[in-house]
């Protein structure tokens, strides 16, 4: 099991693989490819890293051996070496992958926006997507969240985020359907619902939160009429099936429909009783008209109605008519949803005054008082002149409103408490004070005071909060004593509270509560009477409407499963509404990360409503809590129905024999370094953003400009070490890549705006790779400003958003302003990574890196687990690669027995022989969903391709790729004896091997497939011409078809593989290959120039060990003091001759490596020769390691970096002097502290860990001193041995006697490196080293195939390192090795011997050494060795003689193509 | 709520208005502020920069009065907070300076004794939701740099922000938190913790005008129509200094310098007498509608 998809994990997995084992890639993410997918371009080449990474994804899908596990982490695993048992979570997709055709039909519907971390936040990407146009698996994932908080809030569930995000898309009508889903009176609730959810609403935590009610309504109001019946049909849809019951409820107000909506949709004949002449309960006796117009309640109550249901008016339920009557009556269930139709009393002196109202009585008066009923004349009430109002709920309110609207000259509030504890909604409280109602606070009524039975005023105490909270949670409001005092009014209303009416339970038992109302089961609202159920006011007290509603939703739950004769409580709990602390927490977070956008509400008449436009506005705001909202929109438009929104992780048990750890890195988090203000500044961002700013595929299309404005900047700065080297935020490692990456990305950005100017402010520039140095130097004189400073602090400049950088150069403060900041942030282990550790047990360093031993740099601490890539330490893309490769060679040793026994082949039937046959070609074109057909006519295409020559057969196909279309195309091969196949759909980059396969599975020779590309290169970019672009189609199909008739069967062979090895080179790399190979059961031949093995090796338990291993190892033969003497044939099978003492020995392998390494340089400068106290540094490290130095008292020890390094005549850095350096002035001060060490250096490139023993050393003491290139010390050995320099800082010139003085001369690449070259014809760089087929993905392989390399043969490192590239090179040879044969052929160059000049042009051009010169079969001839040519067709471009043809490429089908494409220009 | 108040010597002098609107802001919010009795000099600059054991002690001596009292400490001044934090933090952690302390101050004190600045106490315990409930009259949107200066975020272990909770000391947000719930709109600006050049102001004015100079000119041009201040030296350099800054380079930059306390004090609908606005150098009345 290889755990993390990245570049290491996918060369661990394709190693692995390609050897012969079974391969589970887990990869937590939904697609593979890590960071390195993230990066534009890769250095020195500038290659792409999409382009150069995607072909490694695409194998990795196809290949048979390797499962991708995406989503996927690993809980726990248990078992031993061998059999480990893995336990994994597979997290929901909810998308089916192997449905899903990636068209993005789903996409462009769906309405909400989460920041796209693959851009790292800079960009948007909908809920519904797919992670990059390159994504592997190919397919489409859901992003979703916790439940978002105001639909937790919602007592209806209303799925608010998702009527929110269609109303923000500007689908009114779909947001309506949504609405209406869980909510019977919708509008109602758009005017009057006490907005929950605007209290949980995450925007309101930092600004004003989203008008999700005054959204609801205008989505409500915004569609037609026509749309509305429309979708009343549909959603939810009525029964069709009638049921008999019948059910009866008692009250017409917002529970008692809620509970008639629910069931008469199930199908039940339901019954309203109303007490009152007119329906809707409280919401018409106490909701005022300006609140809610009297035509909404009318309308939604009519659609409810609608359904069937039958209301009876003037029909109180009580003592004529009880609850028992019913139920004799017929009514299988009673669901009594009465109201608190009845004020609560003050209880206190004079309330029986004229004047004194309460609140019901009047607000039913106003509400009613247009209702003309004989029986109960209802007039609106006279009103006073000065009116209080007692109370402040939002009953207050309205009452206090609605005095105001009947002509009361003044009208006050009087409330207990302060303004703070008021229940009203504020919403109302600000309306009713701008209406003119005065609020007196802290004011209690103590009597009504009055003359003659009439109100004359109201004897009220002030009050005070105390300490004291109450039952509540406010504050307890105490009288002050004495503070007495009349305010004068001639009438006031008591709305401090409101209680149902119980009436209408006379003549029947039903249990209640200590508050008098009745007493249900919370769940099932049923109450002690079977079939009788009850919700609403009447169980709660006086509620909201939604509350309600949702009670009457809940009891018709409950009653239908009464009928049913269900468990009424099965499944079901109290309040499913939970939204934890926690979760705000997390969701804060989260915001943090994603910059909030803290924005003011759209201001809104709210007696009118929104338009339109403010509504998508408004709605826009909504955070997006939840990532999908559920809306469902994608399901609609997903064809291939892919889409499942109930999926849940699942947990599986996997049996594996070993792990290689591959998580990857996060970068630091640069807020943490707040001095610099990312996530603050706009145009401050990380490294990794900038990649994905210069990317063509990223935010910007690649078009390289300021994330605050959009203007392209003119200067931009680097600011290096952020998050490493950096001892005060626990990160004081090196994180190896920043440099470069710094370095790179300022040349990229260079190339992308010509004049930029680019600085980069540094500590020490560590170019210690491979061609760094040479890098470093091109940026330099492309204009890159290298500036060593540390920056303290970045300013934004207000207006223009620049930033100011200062820094000291010269010894002079400096103040620039950049207009871009790049923060090149370490690297860190992944949370990912660590979590998996856990789950593992697996040792971590102080930092959270992996533990490994120095000189087994991929074992881990847990025997059978191996890691690789920047979770062991930080790393680049090649070391991470060999990693990978060297964790896979580990793995093919330990498991080597099991190799073969579980893998995969694929058995194709023989195949046909069409040589002779008529051709007669299938056509199938792809609408690839509506990606190709929204935009070209696939009918039209279909029927032109039917006239097309050689057509047998052609149809069009939803999507050519699926499954089904696959099963579909055999048939009809079979059915009409085809034996071409074209097909028009998408790239053959990705898509051409599927339809390969399946000509194969029917017999047909896979190139006699060909595909015309009518999405990228059609629809894709002419979706404005629909017209055109279906001519176009028809071009390419006609060209395909043209191409399809001259393909010819290319037959493939197979040759046997030579299942041995051949390792040149006996020091610590080539040893390690061989013993890994040997320990896989592979016969190694291990030649060493030398008469003994170890190389440059010190003396020591390593070089011993190795040794002894390798002298005992039965597959292994040693020949010492030889050297190779010739190399012929290929890949699978090589001959050689080695020369040694005894004479020439033949030998036969399949595979090469390379591992010459190199040597210590030597050196003439700084006296050394000439006085015997100047040494090497590796003299010195001999000296220490063979019992220490002997210097006097006081000793001064001088080094010098870089001696006959990174100038001229070696330009190149040697990588490990620093580190080693570093190591033995560390241990000349354990040794004798009293001992001087100065260090002259240029750049410091301790780079990884090493830097904790640089940070050592000047805890020691040890002194460093930079040095130029330009002045480089002067030493002098006169008697004295003397050191000039002088210091960079102060500029002074200091001289130093001196007692010992080391020098770092560096490596030199091997002298055997030359002929070693020619006779593998494989190349050197300039420097002498080997050069790898390419320098980021295969660091270890030559282009030639078959041929390796390892060590410091490949460029100079450190002992550690050659050991992992021995590993590498090994398990790459292995790939080779394991196969008992190979298949060459197919699509490769032909020479016609009879045109061929031997003019020798192909055997210069090609990259692979394929051509070769025959004497003997070929009378001096070129002939293309199958086994080597890659089928790229360089030869074949460039041979004068047109002698050369690329196989399937041959000249005569593509004029074929080319024809076809004339024949429309000619006929017109 | 109760807590014991340092006042500090600024409070009763150069910045008594400070201490006026703190003590209004409080009372209004039900915060009782209860005096130290007999309480002393923190140090201040003088102090530490001469003597660790006298930085200590003086401090300590204060605290243990608290400490007698029940109380956590409350203080105003962004000096005091830092002395008294930083004698707290010290005198923790080494328990060789609490003996001297205690010998010095004739009492044990052994650090325990929480100390805040008033911004803590309004977005800790207080909380915005309550501050924002109990406004009465809001700041209309007014455009406010919040300056916090150096001593109340630096260094990160004594910072009033919550670090452990992940906040950047480098991006305070309290003082903000705390103006928008009195429906001011504060800007952001990257001139928030800039040193002010403190107590220069008296050696060296010329770098205090030219370093409290950026500050200001840096607010302005970040949109700020006034500077929200919580340290009673910020208040001296920006407000009393600005005629001499404008002075020195001919330029007018006419912000209001306001404390915090007397932005807020005016939402909670406290009269200007009581908040000492009429103390101010640079005319306040140019933002605040006039009462």
């Not at chain 1, 009594?336 to 004194?356: P, R, T, Y």
């Not at chain 1, 009436?503 to 769940?523: H, M």
């Not at chain 1, 196949?981 to 017999?1003: K, N, W, Y």
């Not at chain 1, 592979?1082 to 170890?1094: M, Y």
Request: charged share 25%; hydrophobic share 40%.
């Amino acid at each position: 099991m290889v755990c993390g998809g990245g570049i290491a994990g996918i060369q661990s997995a394709l190693d692995l693989a390609n050897s012969g084992f079974k391969v589970y890639l887990v990869e937590k993410s939904p697609t593979i490819g890590g960071k390195m997918a993230q990066l534009d371009k890769t250095f020195p080449t500038g290659d792409c890293a999409t382009c150069i990474i995607s072909p490694k994804l695409v194998e990795c899908t196809r290949n048979l051996n390797i499962e991708i596990l995406p989503q996927t982490q690993i809980e726990a695993v248990t078992g031993e070496p061998g059999r480990y048992r893995v336990k994994l979570r597979r997290k929901a997709r909810y998308v089916d992958i192997t449905r899903c055709n990636a068209c993005g039909d789903c996409e462009k519907v769906c309405p909400v926006r989460v920041p796209d971390e693959f851009n790292r936040g800079l960009a948007a990407k909908t809920a519904i997507h797919k992670v990059t146009a390159q994504a592997v698996p190919n397919a489409y994932v859901i992003e979703k969240r916790d439940r978002p908080p105001c639909m937790s809030a919602c007592p209806l569930d209303q799925n608010v985020q998702a009527y929110v995000a269609l109303i923000a898309a500007g689908k009114f009508a779909e947001a309506a359907d949504i609405i209406r889903k869980d909510n019977p009176l919708p509008l109602i609730c758009g005017y009057v619902c006490h907005r929950p959810c605007e209290s949980e609403c995450q925007q309101g935590r930092y600004g004003e939160a989203v008008s999700i009610r005054a959204l609801k309504r205008f989505a409500l109001e915004a569609e037609s009429r026509e749309q509305k019946a429309e979708s009343r049909q549909t959603s939810p849809a009525p029964s069709s099936v009638r049921r008999e019951e019948r059910i009866a409820i008692i009250g017409s107000g917002p529970a008692g429909l809620g509970a008639a909506d629910y069931l008469a949709r199930k199908g039940y004949r339901v019954t309203i009783f109303e007490a009152m002449s007119v329906p809707g309960g409280m919401m018409r006796a106490g909701i005022p008209d300006f609140r809610l117009p009297r035509s909404v309640l009318d309308s939604q109550i009519q659609d409810i109605l609608d359904l069937g249901v039958e209301l009876k008016l003037n029909s109180p339920i009580g003592d004529e008519r009880s609850i028992d009557l019913l139920l004799d009556n017929g009514y299988k269930a009673v669901f009594a949803a009465v109201g608190a139709q009845k004020s609560v009393g003050l209880g206190i002196e004079g309330e029986d005054l004229q004047g004194v109202t309460p609140g019901i009585d009047f607000i039913k008066q106003v509400n009613l008082a247009e209702v003309e009923s004989p029986d109960s004349p209802v007039r609106r009430p006279v009103i006073g002149e000065r009116v209080a109002v007692i109370g402040a709920g939002n009953a207050a309110m309205d009452i206090a409103r609605s005095a105001v609207r009947l002509g009361a000259k003044d009208v006050t509030v009087i409330y207990r408490r302060t303004k703070r504890e008021m229940p009203a909604d504020p919403v109302e409280v600000e309306d009713a004070l701008r209406e003119g109602v005065r609020f007196v606070f802290l004011t209690n009524p103590k009597r009504f005071v009055g003359t003659d039975g009439k109100l004359t005023g109201i004897e009220c105490v002030k009050m005070q909060l105390s300490e004291e909270k109450d039952a509540s949670g406010r504050r307890r409001p105490e009288a002050i004593e004495g503070s007495e005092h009349v305010l004068d009014f001639d009438e006031a209303i008591i709305a401090t509270g409101q209680v149902p009416n119980m009436g209408f339970a006379a003549g029947t038992e039903l249990a209640v509560n200590k508050r008098g109302l009745l007493d249900v089961d919370p769940v099932t609202l049923a109450t002690s009477r079977p079939g009788v159920f009850a919700g609403g006011d009447v169980v709660a007290g006086a509620g909201t409407l939604s509350e309600a509603v949702a009670a009457g939703r809940r009891a018709a739950e409950s009653i239908h499963r009464f009928i049913k004769g269900e468990d009424l409580a099965e499944g079901r709990s109290a309040d499913p509404r939970v939204w934890t602390e926690e979760k705000h927490l997390a969701l804060e977070k989260l915001q943090l990360r994603e910059k909030l956008t803290r924005t003011r509400r759209v201001a809104f008449d709210h007696e009118i409503g929104y338009t339109a436009e403010q509504a998508m506005q408004e709605a826009k705001r909504c955070l997006a809590c939840g990532g999908c909202c559920e809306c469902e929109e994608c399901v609609k438009a997903c064809l291939a129905k892919a889409i499942d929104h109930d999926m849940v992780d699942t947990i599986e048990e996997i049996e594996v024999g070993a792990i290689v750890l591959s998580p990857g890195y996060e970068e630091f988090d640069a807020r943490l370094r707040g001095e610099f203000g990312f996530g603050r500044y706009d145009n401050v961002v990380t490294n990794i953003q900038f990649e994905r700013m210069l990317s063509a595929s990223g935010p910007f299309g690649g078009h390289l400009m300021r994330p605050s404005d959009g203007v392209e900047p003119r200067k931009i700065a680097f600011i290096q070490c952020v998050g490493s080297r950096d001892a005060a935020n626990e990160r004081p490692y090196c994180s190896s890549v920043c440099c470069m990456a710094a370095i790179k990305q300022s040349i990229i950005a260079q190339e992308h705006l010509p004049g930029l100017e680019a600085a980069v402010f540094y500590t020490d520039i560590r170019a210690f790779g491979k061609d760094f140095d040479s890098y470093y130097e091109r940026a330099k004189a492309s204009g890159v400003r290298f500036t060593r400073s540390m920056i303290s602090r970045v300013v934004e400049m207000p207006g223009s958003k620049n930033l100011r950088l200062s820094y000291i150069k010269d010894g002079k403060p400096v103040d620039e302003e950049f207009d871009l900041v790049i923060l090149s942030a370490g690297l860190r282990p992944s949370e990912e990574a660590l979590r998996t550790a856990a789950a593992l047990g697996v040792e971590l360093d102080a930092w959270g890196f992996c533990h490994s031993e120095e000189f087994a740099p991929v074992t881990t601490s847990k025997e059978g687990v191996f890691v690789a890539g920047a979770f062991e330490s930080p790393k680049d893309i090649p070391e991470t690669v060999t990693q990978a490769s060297a964790a896979a060679a580990m793995v093919m040793q330990m498991l080597a027995p099991a190799r073969g026994t579980m893998i995969t082949e694929k058995i194709y039937p023989r195949e046909h022989d069409f040589t002779d046959a008529i051709p007669r070609i299938g056509v199938f074109i792809c609408h690839c969903g509506i990606n190709i057909a929204g935009v070209i006519d696939i009918d039209r295409v279909v029927e032109a391709a039917r006239a097309m020559p050689y057509v047998a057969y052609a149809e069009n196909a939803l999507y050519a790729c699926a499954d089904n279309t696959q099963d579909r195309i055999k048939e009809l091969i079979r059915e009409h004896n085809l034996n071409r196949l074209v097909v028009a759909s998408c790239t053959p980059r990705t898509h051409e091997p599927l339809f390969r396969d399946t000509a194969r599975e029917c017999g047909l020779n896979p190139f006699l497939v060909d595909m015309a590309n009518i999405r990228d290169q059609c629809s894709w970019v002419h979706s404005n011409e629909p017209n055109a672009a279906t001519d176009k189609a028809v071009d390419l199909v006609r060209m395909a078809t043209a191409r399809a008739a001259r393909l010819r069967a290319l037959p493939t062979e197979e040759l046997p593989v030579e299942q041995a090895a051949l390792v040149i080179g006996g020091g610590p790399s080539g040893m390690t290959a061989a013993l890994s190979l040997a320990e896989q059961g592979f016969p190694v031949h291990l030649v060493e120039k030398a008469d003994r093995l170890g190389g440059r090796l010190a003396p020591g338990a390593l070089r011993d060990g190795l040794v002894s291993r390798i002298e005992r190892h039965p597959a292994i033969r040693t020949h010492l003091s030889s050297r190779l003497k010739s190399l012929s044939g290929h890949i699978g099978s090589f001959k050689a001759e080695i020369e040694g003492v005894g004479g020439l020995t033949n030998v036969k392998f399949g595979a090469l490596i390379v591992a010459i390494g190199g040597t210590e340089r030597k050196t003439t400068e700084y006296c050394y020769g000439l006085d015997k106290r100047v040494v090497t540094q590796r003299d010195l490290e001999s000296m220490l390691a063979s019992g220490g130095i002997d210097l006097p008292q006081g000793a001064t020890v001088g080094m010098i970096q870089c001696v006959g390094s990174r100038d001229d005549d070696h330009p190149y850095c040697s990588r490990s002097c620093c580190a080693e350096a570093v190591k033995n002035a560390v241990r000349i001060k354990e040794l004798q502290p009293d001992a001087n060490v100065v260090m002259l250096y240029r750049d410091m490139r301790t780079y990884g860990v090493n830097e904790l023993h640089y940070q050592k050393a000047r805890e020691a003491g040890v002194v460093f001193v930079r040095y130029e290139r330009e002045r480089p010390p002067q030493v002098a050995a006169d008697g004295k041995l003397t050191i000039d320099f002088v210091e960079p800082e102060l500029g002074v010139p200091v001289r130093l006697d001196l007692d010992m003085l080391a020098l770092s001369t560096g490596t030199s690449p091997a002298i055997d490196n030359q002929s070693v070259s020619e006779l593998a014809k494989v190349p050197l760089n300039k420097d002498g080293f080997f050069v790898e087929a390419h320098v980021k993905l295969r660091p270890v392989d030559f282009a030639s195939e078959g041929i390796f390399l390892c060590g410091s043969a490949h460029s100079p490192k450190t002992t550690a390192e050659n050991i992992q590239q021995g590993l590498a090179a090994a398990g790459r040879a292995a790939t080779i090795l394991s196969k008992k044969t190979m298949t060459v052929g197919g699509q490769i160059s032909k020479v016609d011997v009879r045109k061929c000049v031997s003019c020798l042009t192909c055997v210069r051009v090609c990259p692979y050494g394929a051509p070769e010169v025959s004497a003997a079969n070929n009378k001096n001839r070129v002939e293309i060795q199958a086994a080597k040519c890659m089928g790229c067709g360089s030869c074949a471009a460039e041979c004068p003689a047109k002698a050369i043809q690329l196989q399937h490429y041959v000249d005569r089908q593509v004029e074929a193509a080319i024809e076809a494409l004339l024949e429309r220009v000619a006929s017109h | 709520m109760r807590y014991a108040f340092f006042p500090g010597c600024s409070m009763k002098s150069t910045a008594h208005e400070f201490e006026m609107s703190t003590l209004a802001v409080a009372r209004s919010l039900g915060i009782e502020l209860e005096e130290i009795p007999d309480w002393t000099c923190c140090g201040s600059t003088p102090a530490h920069a001469t003597d660790a054991l006298l930085a200590a002690s003086l401090p300590a001596r204060n605290l243990a009065i608290a400490e007698s009292l029940g109380l956590d400490v409350v203080t105003c001044c962004a000096a005091c907070y830092s002395r008294l934090a930083a004698a707290n933090l010290a005198i923790s952690q080494d328990a060789r300076l609490r003996a001297e302390v205690a010998d010095a101050i004739g009492t044990e004190y052994s650090g325990g004794v929480r100390v805040l600045h008033f911004l803590q106490v309004l977005n800790e315990s207080t909380g915005i939701d309550e501050l924002r409930d109990s406004v009465v009259a809001g700041l209309g949107g007014l455009k406010v740099a919040c300056y916090y200066g150096c001593l109340l975020t630096r260094p990160r272990e004594l910072s009033i922000v919550n670090v452990s909770n992940g906040a950047d000391p480098e991006d305070p947000q309290v003082m903000e938190k705390i103006l928008t719930a009195a429906g001011a709109e504060p800007i952001e600006w990257s001139y928030k913790t800039e040193c002010c050049g403190a107590s220069f102001s008296i050696t060296r004015t010329d770098t205090v005008k030219r370093l409290s100079g950026d500050i200001l000119r840096m607010a302005k041009a970040s949109g700020a129509k006034c500077v929200a201040v919580a340290c009673p030296l910020c208040h001296t350099n920006l407000d009393l200094r600005q005629a001499d800054i404008e002075s020195a380079t001919g330029e007018k930059i006419g912000l209001p310098v306001f404390f915090f306390t007397q932005l807020l004090g005016r939402a909670l609908g406290i009269p200007d007498s009581e908040l000492g606005i009429g103390k101010l150098m640079t005319d306040p009345y140019r933002v605040l509608s006039s009462k």
